[in-house]
T-cell receptor
Framework: AQSVTQLGSHVSVSEGALVLLRCNYSSSVPPYLFWYVQYPNQGLQLLLKYTTGATLVKGINGFEAEFKKSETSFHLTKPSAHMSDAAEYFCAVYSGGSNYKLTFGKGTLLTVNP | DTEVTQTPKHLVMGMTNKKSLKCEQHMGHRAMYWYKQKAKKPPELMFVYSYEKLSINESVPSRFSPECPNSSLLNLHLHALQPEDSALYLC??????????????FGPGTRLTVL
């Protein structure tokens, strides 16, 4: 079964600093990988996804992620953090088969300090 | 328009009450989902409807009863809930459930409190 592990339940950065949120996956087949963001008291919003093709994926709000098969990683980055980036971030993998199931990581809370 | 709407935003109910959560999308999506999210945890899948038929039930207790009256609407009927059922209930939809590359679009959720 596919799974994802998010390293670090809480990441704190200064405004303007690099954001790096880590996600490693486990999959016996080529994975479909997603990053979602959840702002307080809201639903989840897709930031970006990797299906096939280009390994560097650009998303909304200046975020991007690189699929690295050799490292089984899909880390999320943003060059310069903004206060509005403070939120919970979830990495997710499609679990395969016909069960349409997304398996989420435990989440990483990003705080941005002024 | 990539909006999924959910009503109500907040719901407080007693353990003997019957209530319903409603979800609506007008994106022409044919797969709809219910998730449960406890505080500081990731969403957990409860049910999946594909083409208005229940295709997945993740062993959810029968006090939760889903219904898909048409391709745009998804309901979750609640009866005899327990305090531990208090959570954020999220609805999502995707174009066609069988394609893993399809994005799931989430609604803002209903925050349920069971007293």
């Amino acid at each position: 079964a596919q799974s994802v592990t998010q390293l670090g339940s809480h990441v704190s950065v200064s405004e303007g600093a690099l954001v790096l949120l880590r996600c490693n996956y486990s999959s016996s087949v080529p994975p479909y990988l997603f990053w979602y963001v959840q702002y307080p008291n809201q639903g989840l919003q897709l930031l970006l996804k990797y299906t096939t093709g280009a390994t560097l994926v650009k998303g909304i709000n200046g975020f991007e992620a690189e699929f690295k098969k050799s490292e089984t990683s899909f880390h999320l980055t943003k060059p310069s953090a903004h206060m509005s980036d403070a939120a919970e971030y979830f990495c997710a993998v499609y679990s395969g088969g016909s069960n349409y199931k997304l398996t989420f990581g435990k989440g990483t809370l990003l705080t941005v300090n002024p | 328009d990539t909006e999924v709407t959910q009503t109500p935003k907040h719901l407080v109910m007693g353990m003997t009450n019957k209530k319903s959560l409603k979800c609506e999308q007008h994106m022409g999506h044919r797969a709809m989902y219910w998730y449960k999210q406890k505080a500081k945890k990731p969403p957990e899948l409860m049910f999946v409807y594909s083409y208005e038929k229940l295709s997945i039930n993740e062993s959810v207790p029968s006090r939760f009863s889903p219904e898909c009256p048409n391709s745009s609407l998804l309901n979750l009927h609640l009866h005899a809930l327990q305090p531990e059922d208090s959570a954020l209930y999220l609805c999502a939809s995707s174009q066609v459930g069988e394609r893993p590359e399809d994005t799931q679009y989430f609604g803002p959720g209903t925050r349920l409190t069971v007293l």
